[in-house]
C-alpha cells in the first residue's frame, strides 16, 4: 500500500468508526449539571431519563427506619410488608445535621441513615435526601420565616461564615456515603423545597426571586467547587403550582438542577380535584422537563387513604398518560409525640393494603425488585 491509500484507509476508517460509535457514545454520555460528576452519577442520571419511557419508581421517605408502629426493625419496611418488595427510591432527611444533633429532626440517627442508605444503594436502589434545615439567622426551626434570612447567609451577609460551617458539615457526611468498592453513593439532593411555599425561611414571600437563585448557586457552587462533591444531582421542587411563569420563578438556571419536581398533599381536595390538579401539574412539568432536558419527578406527595382503593381508583388514574420518574411517599411516622397520626403510604393491615398490591402489580410502577435488574449505576 502507497502512502497516499495507506492515508485514505486510515480516513475510511475513522469515518466508519467515529460514525458508527457516535450515537453510542452520545446517548450514554450526556452530562448532569455537575460536568465533574462522578461515573456512577453520571450513569444514574442518563439512566433516569431512559427509565421514564418504562414507567415510575416507587419511593419512601424513611423507609426502612421505621413505619407504623414499629422502629428499627432489620430488614423491615412498611412497603415490604404489605408488597413482599422494597420501594425503589429511598428518602432521608438531614434536618439538624447543621447543629450536630447525632439525629435528624424526626429523630433518626445519622449513624444509621449512613447504613440505610448503602442498603438501598446496593440493593439498586435511588437516594434522595431532603434538608429541612434551621434558620440560621434566628437558630429557629426550618418554618421560621425571619425576614432577612435569605441575604443573611449570602456572602457579605452575617450568617454566611456559619451557613458555610452548615454546608460544611452536609459535604462531610455526603462524603461517608460510599458503596462496597469505595464509590461514592449518587444522591439526588433536594434543597430549599416546596420553594413557592411562605412557610419555610427560604421560600415564597421570605425571599426574592433573585435572593431565591443566588442561594441556590451559593449552595450548589459551594458543596460542587469548594468541596468537591461530585455524586450530587440538585431537584429543583416547588409546594403546588398554576403555571409555568410560577413554577419557573425562582429557578436558578440548567447549569445547576438536574431534577425538577413538585410536592402535593391532597388534604381536602375531592377525588377528581385532585385527579386534574395533579394531572395539570405533570403535564405542565413534563414539558418543563423537555424543553430544559430535565427529569421530572413527583418529589413528595400524600393522599387520601381513607378511601380504600385511593391508590389505583385515584393516583394511578392521575399519574396515567404521564412520564414521571418518581414518586415519594412522605413518612410514616405513626402516633407522633403531638397525637397526630401520620402516614401516606399502607402498612400491614391497612385497609388500602389490597389496592397497593394492585398498584404494585402495575406495568406503570416500579418498585426495587424491577429498578435492581435497570443497572441504573452502569
Ligand atoms: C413534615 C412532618 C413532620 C416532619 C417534617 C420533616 O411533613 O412529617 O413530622 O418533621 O415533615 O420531615
Redesign the pocket.
Known amino acids: 500500500m502507497n502512502k497516499t491509500s495507506g492515508i485514505l484507509l486510515f480516513y475510511f476508517l475513522s469515518v466508519v468508526s467515529i460514525n458508527f460509535f457516535l450515537p453510542v457514545y452520545a446517548a450514554a454520555s450526556e452530562l448532569p449539571s455537575d460536568k465533574k460528576a462522578t461515573r456512577e452519577t453520571i450513569a444514574l442520571y442518563n439512566n433516569l431519563k431512559k427509565l421514564v419511557n418504562k414507567g415510575t419508581m416507587f419511593g419512601h ?1 424513611d423507609d426502612l427506619a421505621y413505619g407504623v408502629g414499629w422502629k428499627y426493625e432489620d430488614g423491615r419496611s412498611d412497603i415490604r410488608d404489605v408488597t413482599g418488595d422494597y420501594p425503589a427510591v429511598y428518602g432521608w ?1 438531614l ?1 439538624h445535621l447543621e447543629i450536630d444533633r447525632p439525629h435528624n ?2 429523630s433518626v440517627p445519622f449513624n444509621r441513615m449512613q447504613q440505610f442508605i448503602k442498603a438501598g444503594y446496593e440493593r439498586g436502589g435511588v437516594i434522595t435526601i ?1 434538608w ?1 434545615l434551621n434558620n440560621p439567622l434566628t437558630g429557629k426551626t426550618a418554618w421560621d420565616p425571619a425576614e432577612g434570612t435569605v441575604t443573611s447567609v449570602l456572602p457579605g451577609g452575617s450568617k454566611n461564615e456559619l451557613f458555610k460551617t452548615w454546608l460544611d458539615k452536609v459535604a462531610v457526611f455526603m462524603n461517608t456515603l460510599k458503596g462496597i468498592d469505595g464509590e461514592f453513593i449518587p444522591v439526588i439532593f433536594r434543597p430549599y423545597h416546596e420553594l413557592n411555599g411562605n412557610w419555610f425561611w427560604w421560600g415564597g414571600k421570605n425571599s426574592t426571586n433573585d435572593e431565591f437563585k443566588r442561594l441556590w448557586i451559593f449552595t450548589a457552587s459551594y458543596l460542587r467547587n469548594e468541596k468537591n462533591l461530585h455524586h450530587l444531582l440538585y431537584a429543583y421542587n416547588t409546594d403546588r403550582y398554576s403555571s409555568r411563569e410560577e413554577y419557573l420563578q425562582k429557578y436558578p438556571g440548567d447549569e445547576w438542577v438536574d431534577v425538577i419536581g413538585f410536592d402535593i398533599y391532597q388534604r381536602n381536595s375531592t377525588k377528581e380535584k385532585f385527579i386534574a390538579d395533579i394531572d395539570k401539574m405533570l403535564s405542565t412539568l413534563e414539558a418543563i422537563a423537555h424543553e430544559k432536558n430535565k427529569i421530572p419527578a413527583l418529589t413528595e406527595f400524600g393522599g387520601n387513604l381513607s378511601d380504600s382503593s385511593w391508590w389505583t381508583g385515584t393516583f394511578l388514574n392521575a399519574l396515567s398518560g404521564h412520564k414521571i420518574s418518581w414518586v415519594l411517599g ?2 410514616n ?1 405513626g402516633m ?1 409525640p403531638g397525637g397526630q397520626f ?1 402516614f401516606y403510604v399502607p402498612y400491614k393491615g391497612h385497609s388500602t393494603a389490597p389496592d397497593f398490591v394492585k398498584f404494585y402489580e402495575s406495568d406503570k410502577t416500579i418498585f426495587q425488585k424491577d429498578v435492581k435488574n435497570e443497572k441504573l449505576y452502569q
Open positions: 421517605q432527611e434536618g429532626l424526626d431532603s429541612h412522605w413518612r411516622a407522633k401520620e
